[in-house]
């Protein structure tokens, strides 16, 4: 496809002033104000960002950066993720490597697009702003452009290459395999993508190039918009007149914005498009033709088919298809006179618009004929169930029918009869998945790969209304949805309850029990909603349980009653032996340990919950009496500044009666003494505890995957728990959620908070090696002015270092503390650093062991005792290599995942595995599917987990035979496999993402 054959105008927008554009493969995104268009053909989905776009990226889904954050959206607008970017100015993405780059004043950092995890960090080669830079994702890495220099990032975040152009550049894009760059100068220039040498140059003044090109590249100019080509050749474009030119890398989609209004262009060979939808076919099947128009006026054309070894009888077909509309034109099969292979070639009016292969079968002679189809028929806690259907259309039996990675199926199938099977795939939205299927006949065989595309995530509304919380939850209408719903409600603590969605929407009303952010979401999906709640609930004489339906309704969801699933239908009543606060208190207990609340259903323990809120809330009496339990700072939402302090309330408010003692009552304050600090220096994560009531009460901590048992607090009595956190690597770090447990049950948590980087500073990352204590500081000085690092203490023990460190300056410093013993991850230290006006600090900081020795594995290979599993096989044409991991050292672990990449891995088949707990002992068997036909395969695999609140990663790689067939695999081949630990150099050079040291009791 050639630019200047010329284009097509088939639709327009006003939009308003354009701030940014991302361009994909079949699509391109524009960003308007705080809303984004994504332009397909004649064809446009808004998205309703609610904040300005800074930039914008496209791979297979939509990058937006606001002024603090990076959101991922699907390319249909559904929101996925949104993950801090504080100081990003520019995004780019690479697509065939699904990874995003996010560019910042002084830094460059990767993300991964499908996991939102960091890749990469990386200090630029030179500092610059919104004003100064450009940047472009390529096939080999990233492009950045400052001022007159061009500068490529490979994607490990290495420099590939760094050249002065000796001009400021005014727009990049690439050609092919070169960078294009217009300058202020006036000259149009080229370099080679991998080495950055010049390649062409040309006097062109030039406004504006394209992001992206293959054969050629969209320029704009003071004559229009221009085609350059790889070797520097230009040449105008038909219908293109003016405007900033943005075109997909194939060519078939233009977008030209011009002042407030964005126009649309397909390529003269795009505006009608063939494409052949059958696989295999019969006598007396059809060959379907799928007809898109994809402009703006009704087309009537004659198409006419062949087929070699085939008669078709018609072999020409006339149809009508509408502006911007696909049909679909059959074309019956006669007669076959060969088997096998085939090539169809499709004309129009004339013209050779398609060829394409496909297998023809003769069913007299015994030929394969099957249709295949696969649909999404649940999604059950986080996974997704697919139900293949395949139906034999041949005139004769099928002797064997597979599913590839189940080996489920049959031995015979009858002509007419239908075979289902079903597979599971982990459930990511909107993610389009295949299944591999072997169909045979005697000596005949054939493959096939149905696919579909998961359903989106569902969406969750939660709103007061009046005494209670309603929350709306909507999915797509096909698929069942089975998970447990987690409920977090002020005053009540958390609840988990199983439910079941067959339909589009469910509502769920819980009572309200006290002033704080309710939240709602889904165990197994990543899904949440929350809302902060204010003035408390009236009297609760009677709420509806859980799943129950309100008889409330607006008109629109009275109309939808019958199509929807409830997970209760009995509506639940008070009941007087619940007003005791203890009763109703193990109702509501779940120490998140993943077990369902036991029978009878969660309606029951709601109701438990509900009264016994009622009865702190209310006198007996009915009347309304003050509440003294502090409702300030209650739970407060997740976006709260560091430095806020969260003060809850728990236990029981209720008075007590004459003669009795009455309840404890909790109030717990989390306090974090800084907002942002620089990477390695120690913050304080406190918890502060007292019991205002009138007796004692059994209390444990739990932050993160650590707990405290506090023990038994008596009425007056105060206490705290406490921690050092830091910032190991990154831009910051999160502070886990933390809850509060009295006699039991939960009463009383905090969200995470977000502890960002700070800019200024000395930043340290300290290192100690927990076998020999030798120790490796690396200490840089991001203030603006001379600091003089003096030494730094360990255990009491000193490190000297005495370097002076102008602005942006860094050293490393290395010594030995000799008998060093440690048993925790993390240790506090202090660096002592002189200011330039003679002034010492000592400085806290958090100084990370290695995992050597004291992460619980003897063999370097963190807590895990890592083997090949005994199901490895790799031969013929399905091979799978099983990575055993088992966590052999004597603490749960938390967020595992496995995943891995290389060559030979079957990308079709293969998924990461995923564990959100190991306990010690258990063990993680990951199967890594091979492809078919690959001698001596190895691939890297990555072990991601946390322990005692530090990230952390073990680098793998594995190695060994294949057979050629499963008759020649033995047990020999398989013991010659072997997994072994490798230097990551990413991983050595960032360490964990974020340190910390054990909680303690005061």
Known sequence: MTMSDGYRQVGSFESGPVDAVGVGDGAIAVGIGDRVVVVTGSDRVEIDHGDRVVDLALADRVLVLSSDALTTYSRTGERIREQPAADGHAVAAVADEGLAGVLGPERFRAVDIATGRERFDVER??????????????????????WSFLTRIDLEGEVGFDRNLEAVVRSLGRCDDAIVAALQNERLVAADLESGTSRWRTELAVEHVAPRGESSVLVT????????????????????????????????????????????????????????????????????????????????????ASVDGATLSPADRTATVGAGETTIVDFPVESIRAEGEATVELTADGSVLERAALDLDDAASGGIAVDTDIEVA????????????????????????????????????????????????????????????????????????????????????????????????????????????????????????????????FLLIVPQFDDGTARIGFESLDVDERVRLAGGPGRLSRSPGIGESDRRRTDRTDRRRSDRTAASTDETTTDPSAQNPREGRDGRDDRDD?????DPAAADATADAATAASSRSEPETGDDGPDDRSRAGSDPPATAPASDE??????????ADD???????????????????????????????????????????EIGDSSVDVGRLAAGDRTAVERSVAIGSGSGTVLSRAAVTLDGAVCEQFPERELPASGDGVAVRATVDAADGAVVADVVNRSDRPRTVRELEIQGRSVPIDTRLEPGETTTATGALNEFGADADALEGVLVVVDGDGTERRLDIIVDVSSTAGAGGADGDGPFRIGIGSETQV?????????????EGDRSLSDVSVSASGEPINDLFYSEARRERLEPGDRIEHFVDMEPGVTSPSFDATVRYAADGSEREVALRAAGPSAEDEAAWTDDHREQWSVERVEDARTDADGASSLSTPVRLE
């Open 221 to 304: 100019t003071a004559d229009g918009i221009r085609a350059v080509d790889p070797a520097g050749a230009t040449a105008p474009v038909d219908g293109l007149s003016s405007g900033e030119g943005y075109a997909t890398s194939d060519g078939s989609l233009v977008c030209a914005v011009r002042g407030e209004t964005v126009s649309t262009y397909v390529h003269s060979r795009e505006q009608l498009r063939v494409a052949v939808a059958t696989e295999s076919v019969g006598v007396g099947g059809t060959i379907d033709v799928e007809v898109t128009n994809a402009t703006d006026r009704d087309r009537r054309l004659s198409l006419s």
């Open 646 to 655: 969260e003060r809850i309330d728990g236990g029981s408010g209720a008075e």
């Open 594 to 598: 993943g077990t369902a609340p036991p």
């Open 125 to 146: 080669v030179r500092p610059g702003g919104p004003a100064d830079d450009a940047l472009l994702g390529t096939p080999s890495g990233f492009v950045l452009s400052t």
């Open 875 to 887: 031969a013929g044409e399905y091979g799978t290599v099983v990575l055993v991991f088992e966590n």
């Open 378 to 505: 649940a999604i059950e806690h986080g996974v997704a169930e697919l139900a293949v259907t395949v139906e034999n259309v041949g005139g004769v039996e099928l002797e064997g029918l597979r599913l590839r990675e189940t080996d489920a199926g049959t031995d015979a199938l009858e002509p007419g009869e239908e075979w289902t099977g079903t597979v599971t795939r982990p459930y990511e939205p909107d993610r389009r998945v295949s299944v591999g299927l072997e169909v045979a006949r005697g000596d005949r065989r054939r493959e096939y790969a149905p696919t579909c595309t998961l359903p989106p995530v569902p969406t969750i509304d939660v709103e007061p209304d009046g005494d209670a919380v309603r929350a709306t939850v909507e999915t797509d209408g096909s698929v069942t949805v089975v998970d447990r719903l987690v409920i977090e409600l002020p005053g009540a603590g958390r609840v988990r309850t199983a439910v079941t969605i067959e339909r589009d929407e």
């Open 659 to 701: 003669g009795e003692v009455g309840d404890p009552r909790l109030v717990a304050t989390r306090r974090i003494d800084e907002e942002s600090v620089p990477a390695g220096h120690a913050v304080r994560d406190r918890i502060e505890l007292e019991n205002r009531g009138e007796s004692a009460g059994d209390v444990t901590v």
